[in-house]
């Protein structure tokens, strides 16, 4: 036993502002509702035109939840962009991620302060047996069971910038950004692929097989 589910989430419109559930329908492509929506750049000659507006272009976007929030946001940094639906989701690689609270501790310890798990945008939030002390790429290539869902762990996660930006406030932080770069090899999390779909709630336990 690795542990147990603490939190679960899903981010209805990529890039804003994470929803908490109280029980996840894990389905083969991934959480229902995550992701369903994204922006896409519409101003002409823009690098990204074409292309989803994400936390890296705007680090207030992670503090809305509603679309013209964002659309707003993304307006006052001089950027035109229009919600799209997906079919069905807006992933960037894999559509399940599982941070383990024995990572962020690592990561807290050498940073010198607590971290919101929510920097790293995780589908499920973990707290690991007293036991469980892998890292991200020990669990690749294992099978996670949750309840009557399986989970196969495909990579570790690389992270971005945008788990610098406050996710209230979206002040940077650099020297956690470093820090997660230089001190855990940009690495948070593990990414998974569906192998049993069904239904996950907060207090499951993660089992290893």
Request: proline residues 6%; contains cysteine.
């Amino acid at each position: 036993m690795l542990g147990t589910v603490v939190s679960l989430y899903r981010y209805p419109v990529k890039s804003l502002r994470a929803e908490r559930l109280n029980h996840a329908d894990v389905r083969t492509d991934g959480f229902a509702g995550d992701r369903g929506r994204a922006l896409f750049v519409s101003t002409p000659e823009h690098a990204r035109t074409g292309k989803t507006y994400r936390g890296k272009e705007n680090r207030l976007l992670h503090t809305v939840t509603a679309v013209e929030a964002a659309i707003e946001i993304a307006q006052r940094a001089g950027v035109t962009v229009d919600a799209e639906d997906a079919a069905p989701h807006y992933y960037d690689l894999e559509p399940v991620s599982i941070v383990f609270d024995h990572w962020l501790r690592d990561l807290e310890t050498l940073a010198g302060r607590s971290v919101d798990p929510l920097r790293f945008r995780p589908n499920i939030v973990a707290a690991s047996a007293p036991q469980f002390t892998l890292m991200e790429h020990a669990l690749v290539g294992t099978r996670l069971h949750i309840g009557n869902v399986a989970l196969d762990v495909v990579s570790p996660i690389t992270r971005c910038v945008t788990p610098s930006y406050d996710v209230a406030t979206g002040d940077p932080d650099p020297a956690l950004q470093r820090t997660i770069v230089t001190q855990r090899g940009n690495i948070m999390g593990v990414y998974c692929r569906v192998a049993i779909p069904g239904t996950i709630v907060p207090g499951t336990e993660i089992v290893e097989s």
